[in-house]
């Protein structure tokens, strides 16, 4: 043992004291005693022998406190470490603490275990990329689920749409033509028109500032003229804004015409010309059609698709107003009937939109001409193409050769 504690002493002198205190006691007892000591004194190694006996347990008995005064103060010293660190050695009779052990035992603590740490941290990298991936699973699953919902709703919508009732196209309806005027600067104006004629741009400007103010058939003609074929691509955007104005059913073929100018300002008037046009366009295609001239559809059918009109009107088929849905059922019509499907099987092939496609079959359906029939089974026999898509194609088919069945 290094050292005793305090209380350890205090403990031993006490029982040292005790026991002192027996043996002087037992010397000094009464003279009624005395038979009894002088017996005791005869047998003296009786007398040493429980002198010895009350001594070793008392001895035991301190050296027990000692040692669960020990313990207790280990356990302290232990939980109080910094604070008895701070403390005065001298005082309780210990050894100073030693510094640099002390610095050292505190590293070693605060220091992470590296191999412990790394483990953490792929445990921990592991239930984030697990957690993601999971979060990605559920992500596309739920895209797919929502797609799949979409196409469904647009499937059933599809069914609901005008387009389907679209049989047949029916015949243009008629219109009251302007009346041809003999007004003496009216046909003066006709005359100064003309670029032949008159090559000054500002003469035949004011000749169409007058032309304008006459809604007659042969002052139509002359602006027709002027949008078609002037030299000046300012006087024929002029001359197409004054036609619109007119919104007379005779000025549609020209600015539809106009829509293929090589220069964007004329194309540009013409094509706000036609979307300020307040009759029917259905029934202008139609009418086309209804002519019978191969040259002037062709003609109308390039120029709508170089305008970018015939796109637009792809989209215009599944459009749940009845009007703006006829009308672009009119003008594949008459697509069809001019010859010019190649932007209709290019939409056909690329279009995301299954409805459209499915809208465009059914134009084919409906205005059969044997001319698309090897076109038609070049789609079908598409390898990109959907099993709903090669269906409608095949039904499509099916019903010229229907067609072709009966006529033989």
Not at 165 to 180: E, H, I
Not at 236 to 262: G, M, N, Q, Y
């Amino acid at each position: 043992m290094k050292y005793l504690d305090l209380s350890v002493y205090r403990t031993i002198a006490i029982l040292a004291s005790l026991s002192l205190f027996a043996l002087d006691a037992i010397s000094q007892t009464p003279a009624q005693n005395q038979a009894a000591l002088e017996a005791a004194a005869d047998s003296g190694a009786s007398l040493w022998f429980t002198m010895f006996i009350i001594f070793a347990g008392g001895l035991a008995l301190a050296i027990l406190f000692w040692q669960k005064s020990k313990k207790g103060a280990i356990t302290y010293e232990n939980q109080n470490r910094y604070a008895n660190y701070y403390s005065n050695s001298d005082d309780d009779g210990r050894d100073d603490v030693d510094a640099e052990k002390e610095m050292e035992w505190l590293r070693k603590v605060k220091k992470p275990n590296a191999k412990i740490a790394k483990l953490r941290f792929d445990i921990k990298k592991s239930e984030v990329g697990r957690a993601e991936a999971n979060a990605k699973k559920a992500a596309d699953h739920a895209k797919t689920n929502t797609k799949t919902f979409q196409e469904k709703m647009r499937k059933l919508q599809y069914a609901q749409l005008p387009i389907n009732s679209f049989t047949q196209l029916a015949n243009a309806k008629s219109f009251r033509p302007l009346p041809v005027l003999d007004d003496a600067s009216l046909l003066n104006a006709i005359e100064q028109a003309s670029d032949e004629y008159e090559e000054d741009e500002a003469v035949r400007e004011i000749a169409l500032r007058v032309l304008a103010a006459f809604k007659a058939q042969n002052s139509v003609e002359a602006v027709a003229q002027i949008a078609l074929y002037d030299l000046s691509a300012n006087l024929r955007s002029k001359a197409v804004a004054t036609l619109a104005e007119f919104d007379h059913e005779s000025v549609f073929e020209t600015i539809l015409l106009a829509c293929a100018d090589p220069t964007r300002e004329v194309r540009a008037a013409a094509a706000r010309g036609l979307f300020r046009l307040s009759f029917d366009r259905a029934h202008a295609w139609k009418r086309l059609i209804e002519a019978d001239d191969d040259y002037r559809m062709t003609q109308a059918a390039r120029a709508a698709i170089e305008s970018g009109f015939v796109e637009k009107s792809f989209e215009r088929l599944i459009h749940d107003d009845v009007k703006v849905a006829y009308e672009a059922f009119a003008l594949c019509a008459m697509l069809i009937k001019a010859g010019e499907t190649n932007e209709l099987f290019e939409t056909l092939k690329k279009h995301n939109d299954l409805r459209v496609k499915f809208a465009l079959l059914h134009v084919l359906s409906v205005h059969k001409d044997q001319r698309v029939l090897p076109e038609l089974h070049k789609f079908s026999a598409l390898k990109s193409l959907s099993s709903e898509i090669v269906e409608r194609a095949r039904n499509t088919i099916s019903a010229y050769e229907e067609v072709n069945a009966w006529n033989k």
